[in-house]
């Protein structure tokens, strides 16, 4: 809110004095609750309206029209100081609401991004997601030690998300032994490289929330927004 101006002249010390009384109660306010400061805001401006009509120059009055201006100011503010309460209060009982929601998913697997998997009892599964359509889509199996142990070739794929399992073979047919591994997407369509995304499937252990949202804890040491889950098994 801009300092309050009028045709008056007055007394320079009065005004300080009202001025400062503002200053200290804003001072308080600031660590208060929004309530609080707009409530010690309206009586700063209370202070300095008095003072200014108190110590006016009798020959030249405050402007009606002026000081009701003025008073649908210090409204409008106070006004807005009681929106962001209000908010804040719709936020965190919106938090509370996803977070109970989101409990539900706890022991249930879900599709996220990323290109981690475990190959358990011989099989491991995870997926693709294409944005458009691909003549070739060749997946490379890496071990934990950054060796490619084999090469799934999909062939032509439309666009959209694309479930794949690995038996667990070697490229020499050889059962490769359980653990973590990971994969990388080769796409191309009529020879240009497609932007393939990885999918990964992994289970909700337990969900937080705090101060970006809900978010879901997962048994990959991951963490991800409600927003990122892709598809729940």
Do not use: C, E, R
């Amino acid at each position: 809110m801009s300092t309050i101006q009028g045709s008056s002249t007055l007394n320079s010390n009065a005004l300080m004095q009202a001025m400062n009384g503002t200053a200290a109660t804003s001072g308080a306010a600031a660590s208060t609750s929004a309530t609080s400061s707009a409530k010690s805001l309206q009586d700063g401006f209370m202070k300095m309206l008095v003072a200014q009509m108190q110590y006016q120059d009798p020959t030249q009055p405050v402007d009606s029209a002026q000081m009701t201006s003025q008073l649908a100011q210090i409204q409008t503010v106070q006004g807005i100081g009681s929106l962001n309460t209000s908010m804040s209060s719709m936020v965190s009982s919106l938090n509370a609401s996803q977070a109970y929601q989101a409990s539900s998913m706890i022991g249930h697997t879900v599709m996220v991004s990323g290109n981690a998997f475990q190959l358990t009892n011989g099989q491991g599964s995870f997926g693709v997601q294409l944005p458009s359509s691909a003549d070739s889509v060749k997946v490379n199996v890496i071990n934990s030690a950054g060796q490619t142990v084999n090469t799934i070739n999909l062939g032509a794929q439309a666009g959209g998300t694309i479930p794949v399992a690995w038996n667990g073979k070697d490229a020499s047919g050889v059962t490769a032994p359980d653990g973590a591994y990971s994969f990388q997407i080769a796409a191309s369509s009529s020879g240009k490289a497609v932007n393939a995304t990885g999918l990964a499937y992994a289970g909700v252990s337990s969900v937080a929330n705090g101060p970006n949202g809900v978010t879901l804890n997962l048994d990959n040491k991951s963490s991800v927004g409600i927003a990122s889950v892709l598809q729940i098994l």
